[in-house]
C-alpha cells in the first residue's frame, strides 16, 4: 500500500510536505525550455526508452490532482542539463545536424554553386551520360571508354534459292566455282580463236592472208544464181525511202574484160589486171528502168586493190562522166535497146578485202539517150534535180550494186572459214 506522503525516504531527511492539489503550478520543478515541455534524462533516452536524445516539444499536461499526494520530492535540476537539445539530422549519425559551407562569393546561401564556376564533372541530374552516347568518340585502338558498352553487329542475312538463311555478300561455293569454271573456258576460247587464226595465215587484217586468195576463185566456184539472183528485194532503196524490187533479164557469159569498157576506164582498171568479168541486167517492177551490174575480179594482190581504191578516192575517179562503165545490151530483152548513149547514172566501187571491183549503170528501157548523166551520188542527193535524179536512176545503180556486193561479202566469208 502506498506510503504516507509525510513519511521521509530511508536514510534521508524529512521533506517538507507537498502544496495541495489546486496549487497553481505543478508539484515537478520547472526544465529549461519553458513550461508545459517535457525534458529528456542526460543519458540519452526519453520517456518510455526511446532513442535519439531529442526533446519531445509536444505539451505534457498536468499530472491528476488525485495523484499529486503520491508524488515524491522532486530531484533537483542536473547542473549538465544547461541548454535544450537539438533534434537529429537522418543518416549524420549523430544529434548535431552537420554544418552547411559558409557562403562565398562563388556559392549561394542554399550551397548549389554560382554559373561562374565550372560545371561538375558528370552530368546533371536526369540527362543521360555523353560517353554513353553512340557518336561518342572511341579511345585509341578502337577501346570504347569506361562504363560504354562495347556493342558489334553481325553482318545481315538473305534467303538463297531455297529459302535458307545465308550472310549478304557471301556467295555459294557452287556459284564462285562456277563463276571461275566460266572464267577459265571464256580465256580459252580466246586464246583457241587467237591460235587459230595465225595458223590459218589470217592476221586479221583487211585483204590480207587467206581470205583473199579464196575471193579470187569465187568466180567459177559459186554458182551464177547466188552471184546475180534472179530476183533482188531492196527494202528502202529507192527514192524517199520506197521499196524497189528488181527482177533479172539477162546474164553475159564470163569472158574477158575486151571491149567491156571505154578506153580511159580500161587503162585506169589495167593496173590491177583482168581475171574475169561477170554481168547481169537487170529491170525495176515497171520496166521502165533497166540495170547492168558486173564483177570484175582482178588479178592485183592486196596491196594493188588498196592502191587502187585510194587513187579513186584521192582523184574522185568514180564521180568522172568519162569512166563511166558500158552495159550490157541483151537481145530480145527490155534492155535490148540499152547502149553507150542511154547511160544515166552509175556507181564504181573498188574492195580492199576481195580483188574485185563491183559497178553498176543504169537507164531508161525505152532506149532515150541522155545528154548529161550523173552520179549515183550526185542523183542521190537531198535537192538534186535533173530528170536522172528525179527518175530515182541513182537509186537504182546503187541499190542494186549494194545488194551484189553484199551477197559477195557473204560468199567469201563462207570461203575463208574452215572446219575446226
Same mark, same amino acid.
Given at each position: ?13 524529512? *521533506?517538507?510536505?507537498?502544496?495541495? *492539489? ?42 491528476p *490532482? ?6 515524491p ?63 561518342a ?29 545465308r ?10 566455282v ?41 568466180w ?51 593496173t ?53 562503165p ?35 549503170? +543504169? ?18 542527193? +537531198? ?34 572459214e574452215?572446219? +575446226?
Open positions: 500500500m502506498p506510503r504516507p506522503a509525510s513519511a521521509a525516504p530511508a536514510g534521508g531527511p524529512a *521533506a517538507p510536505p507537498p502544496p495541495r *492539489a489546486s496549487a497553481r503550478f505543478p508539484d515537478a520543478p520547472p526544465v529549461v525550455g519553458g513550461p508545459g515541455t517535457r525534458r529528456t534524462p542526460a543519458d540519452g533516452t526519453g520517456d518510455g526508452g526511446r532513442p535519439g536524445g531529442a526533446e519531445d516539444t509536444a505539451p505534457v499536461p498536468p499530472p *490532482a488525485h495523484r499529486a499526494a503520491d508524488r520530492a522532486s530531484r533537483p535540476e542536473a547542473p549538465s542539463e544547461t541548454t535544450t537539445r537539438l533534434r537529429p539530422v537522418p543518416g549524420t549519425g549523430t544529434g548535431v545536424p552537420a554544418p552547411r559551407p559558409a557562403a562565398s562569393a562563388g556559392t549561394r546561401t542554399d550551397g548549389e554553386p554560382r554559373a561562374h564556376r565550372a560545371a561538375p564533372a558528370g552530368p546533371p541530374h536526369g540527362f543521360p551520360d555523353p560517353a554513353l552516347s553512340w557518336n568518340p572511341s579511345a585509341p585502338g578502337g577501346t570504347p571508354p569506361a562504363g560504354r558498352p562495347a556493342v558489334s553487329f553481325g553482318q545481315p542475312e538473305g534467303y538463297d534459292g531455297q529459302d535458307r538463311p550472310l549478304l555478300g557471301r556467295r555459294p561455293r557452287s556459284q564462285v562456277a563463276a571461275a569454271v566460266c572464267l577459265v573456258l571464256g580465256a580459252g576460247l580466246i586464246g583457241g580463236a587467237a591460235t587459230g587464226s595465225w595458223l590459218a595465215g589470217d592476221s586479221g587484217e583487211t585483204g590480207t592472208g587467206g581470205g583473199f586468195a579464196s575471193a579470187a576463185a569465187l567459177h566456184s559459186v554458182p551464177v544464181d547466188e552471184l546475180f539472183p534472179p530476183t533482188l528485194e531492196g527494202k528502202g532503196a529507192g527514192p524517199g525511202g520506197a521499196d524497189r524490187t528488181w527482177t533479172r533479164i539477162a546474164v553475159a557469159p564470163d569472158s574477158g574484160c575486151k571491149g567491156a569498157f571505154d578506153p580511159l576506164l580500161r587503162k585506169v582498171l589495167g590491177v589486171g583482168c581475171e574475169r568479168l561477170l554481168r547481169a541486167t537487170y529491170t525495176d517492177a515497171t520496166q521502165s528502168h533497166v540495170t547492168t551490174v558486173g564483177l570484175l575480179f582482178t588479178k592485183a594482190d592486196a596491196a594493188g586493190m588498196t592502191a587502187l581504191a585510194a587513187r579513186f578516192d584521192k582523184e574522185r575517179l568514180a564521180g568522172r562522166s568519162d569512166l563511166m558500158l552495159p550490157y545490151a541483151a537481145k530480145g530483152t527490155a534492155a535490148e535497146d540499152f547502149g553507150a548513149r542511154q547511160r544515166a547514172a552509175w556507181v564504181i566501187s573498188v574492195l580492199t578485202d576481195a580483188p574485185v571491183v563491183v559497178y553498176a549503170v +543504169s537507164g531508161w528501157a525505152d532506149g532515150r539517150t541522155v545528154a548529161e548523166p550523173q552520179s549515183a551520188e550526185a542523183a542521190m542527193e +537531198s535537192g538534186a534535180t535533173g530528170p536522172v535524179a528525179q527518175a530515182g536512176l541513182g537509186h537504182e545503180a546503187q541499190g542494186l550494186a549494194d545488194r551484189v556486193e553484199r551477197g559477195l561479202r557473204g560468199h567469201v566469208r563462207t570461203a575463208t574452215r572446219p +575446226s
